[in-house]
């Protein structure tokens, strides 16, 4: 069964540095998301991206984010100087369509900024 | 401001005793409201998604009920493995922008 893929599965980064999570989502989906959640809070929406460009995204996503798909596969967050509250697990969706809200999450990526 | 809210927070049962599990939401103009399962340590799962009041969706031991201000998720005979965090989430607008509910870990015991 086609499954969206995430790198690394923990990161532990110290406070300031740039940290990149990485995403393969399933190869037929048009539409890529990052979500977070930090521990014993709610999901939360960052970022929405079809066609190459960012299509929704929360208060959030501000400049210290960013997302890339670099290639035809992958799909890349990257955070920015990052700060202690920064700390959460990380998800990334992919989706066929919009507005169905079936969406395949990966497994995650753990960020712990010391 | 858009808010999904999940009761109760957790709710343990016996191997067979049905239950449901409440999902309230305050949105300006619902367009879709969706439930998601969560193993420990995963990415949500998939249930159902429901688009107006009055519709039903069923898989397997759940069923997901929606009225015009809250939803519900049906168990039915619950086994063990259905233990998990179940979540609510609802959209807006067209796309997948999802604002989830903070959820209801179930726990089923044998």
């Known amino acids: 069964e086609p499954e969206v893929t995430q790198t690394p599965s923990h990161q532990v980064t110290q406070m300031g540095q740039e940290v990149i999570l990485r995403c393969v989502p399933i190869?037929?989906?048009?539409?890529f998301y990052w979500y977070r959640q930090i521990l014993g809070q709610k999901v939360e929406f960052l970022v929405s991206?079809?066609?190459?460009?960012?299509?929704?995204k929360s208060e959030i996503f501000d400049d210290q984010f960013s997302v890339e798909r670099p290639d035809g596969s992958n799909f890349t967050l990257k955070i920015r100087s990052t700060k202690l509250e920064d700390s959460a697990m990380y998800f990334c969706?992919?989706?066929?369509?919009?507005?169905?809200?079936?969406?395949?999450f990966g497994e995650g990526s753990r960020l712990t900024v010391l | 401001e858009d808010q999904v809210t999940q009761s109760p927070e957790a709710l343990r049962l016996q191997e067979g005793e049905s239950s449901s599990l409440n999902c309230s939401y305050t949105?300006?103009?619902?367009?879709?409201l969706f439930w998601y399962r969560q193993d420990p340590g995963k990415g949500p799962e998939f249930l159902f998604t429901?688009?107006?009041a009055g519709e039903e969706k069923e898989k397997e031991r759940l069923k997901a009920t929606l009225t015009k201000k809250e939803s519900f998720l049906h168990i039915t005979a619950p086994k063990p493995e259905d233990s998990a965090t179940y979540l609510c989430?609802?959209?807006?607008?067209?796309?997948?922008?999802?604002?989830f509910g903070g959820g209801t870990r179930l726990m089923v015991k044998p």
């Open positions: 969706a992919s989706s066929e369509g919009t507005g169905t809200g079936e969406l395949f």
């Open positions: 190869s037929n989906h048009l539409y």
């Open positions: 991206f079809y066609n190459n460009e960012i299509s929704e």
């Open positions: 949105v300006s103009g619902l367009r879709g």
């Open positions: 429901l688009y107006s």
């Open positions: 989430a609802a959209t807006v607008g067209a796309g997948n922008m999802l604002t």
